[in-house]
């Protein structure tokens, strides 16, 4: 074989775990602060691994291996984030931790994560979360007591309007208890999840136990999105099975996994606070005080914000440095800062990574092109993560691919 498609991923790199546990980490600390310097936990270990991810891109090009690794998986990553250091200009803060994920992802393209370990933290901490989330709920209306898993003190400043949630488990003005065991609030809990549920059904050895349990744990967060992420990716799964059925084994697993969808929600809708996450996702019944539902919450600013918008300031943006002090969707977020250059981008790089992709990488993908429109998922911090998690997962497969087009005398 060609040594320049040498790429193996059961060669592990030294420090690949290590990486591996950076990357899975970054969305529970994100809320903290460091003492003294106030600046984020994960925004400081960004700016400590920077040294290593720098070192192992140099140690590839000394190697003569990086051209394939970044070529057509990674660039449109790149270029997308390149376009956000343009319009971060003014906003410092986000201009140096887009640059210095830039050097991330560059240094994940090269194989330098254990992917295997990855996968492990990932679902551990998932089920970790899972389970605190179930605890919570269950201490919550057996005893009356919220069950805090949030230090306060230690967030960020300008995160100390979440304290009394943290405390309480109830948000301003809702009598709707809402668990997210360590996760600053539940729709990160989900956001998070979601891709240890895929890897549990979908990645290597399916762990069928692991993925109830974090499906159990999704759902008791009463998060709308994570209600609908956990009941598609079930669906997804029984799709999968299904292409790989006989015909009459095909009908026996539908009728099979329909029985088991009906019977877990006809279990889940007798307590009152998985009727209650159906309610707050279309309306307000004993939800707010406010004449307010998850679908108008996350709509509220655009009218606002986004429908005046037209001509050069809807093709490109206002930049980051003028992003209000509101919630915004991933979607909201990139018109109003990057405009649709920016959601052109983003979206290009998702599609070529699950065209180019399959596995993980490709479903991941795909849902995160959904997820811009409900979630805030293109925060730096969750960048890192996702884009980290498609192209550990998408070398995979994109490996195999270069492999195969080499024996057939390709160009990548």
């Known amino acids: 074989m060609n040594n320049h498609f040498a790429f193996d991923q059961n060669n592990k790199r030294q420090g690949g775990k290590g990486y591996a546990i950076f990357i899975s980490v970054l969305p529970i600390f994100m809320m903290y602060q460091v003492p003294l ?15 290593y991810a720098a070192s192992v891109i140099f140690y590839d090009i000394l190697r003569n291996n990086w051209k394939l690794r970044i070529a057509k998986l990674v660039i449109p990553f790149v270029i997308y984030l390149f376009y956000v250091v343009i319009k971060s200009a003014g906003d410092t803060v986000t201009l140096i931790q887009t640059m210095l994920i830039i ?70 003005m809702s009598s709707l208890y809402r668990p997210s065991a360590f996760f600053l609030e539940p729709s990160h809990l989900t956001q998070y999840s979601f891709v240890a ?16 349990c974090i499906s159990l744990g999704m759902v008791a967060t009463t998060s709308g999105m994570g209600i609908m992420l956990t009941g598609g990716i079930w669906f997804l799964f029984l799709w999968d099975m299904m292409q790989k059925s006989s015909a009459s084994g095909r009908m026996m697993k539908i009728a099979v996994f329909l029985l088991a969808m009906i019977t877990a929600f006809s279990i889940l809708y007798q307590f009152s606070f998985f009727r209650s996450s159906l309610d707050r ?127 057939h005398h390709f160009s990548i």
């Open 37 to 51: 310097a106030g600046i984020g936990v994960s925004t400081t270990m960004i700016i400590i691994s920077f040294f």
């Open 281 to 407: 996702i279309f309306s307000p019944v004993q939800y707010s005080q406010k004449n307010y539902n998850a679908i108008w919450g996350r709509t509220l600013y655009w009218d606002a914000y986004i429908a005046p918008m037209g001509g050069r300031d809807l093709l490109f943006g206002y930049g980051y440095i003028h992003l209000p002090d509101v919630y915004f969707t991933g979607l909201m977020e990139l018109i109003y800062c990057s405009g649709v250059l920016g959601i052109f981008l983003y979206y290009f790089a998702m599609i070529k990574t699950a065209l180019r992709c399959s596995g993980i990488a490709r479903l991941v993908a795909g849902l995160l092109c959904g997820l811009m429109l409900v979630a805030n998922s293109t925060s730096i911090i969750w960048m890192t993560y996702y884009i980290g998690i498609l192209i550990v997962f998408g070398l995979e497969t994109y490996g195999k691919s270069s492999r195969s087009q080499s024996k």
């Open 103 to 172: 050097v991330h992802i560059i240094a994940f393209s090269t194989g330098a994560v254990d992917g295997d370990c990855l996968k492990k933290c990932i679902i551990a901490i998932a089920l970790l979360a899972a389970v605190l989330t179930i605890i919570q709920t269950a201490l919550h209306y057996v005893f009356g007591v919220h069950l805090p898993c949030i230090a306060p003190n230690l967030c960020l400043d300008s995160l100390q309007y979440y304290r009394s949630f943290i405390l309480t488990g109830y948000q301003e």
């Open 197 to 212: 549920l895929l890897l549990c059904l979908f990645h290597k050895n399916r762990q069928y136990p692991q993925a109830v």
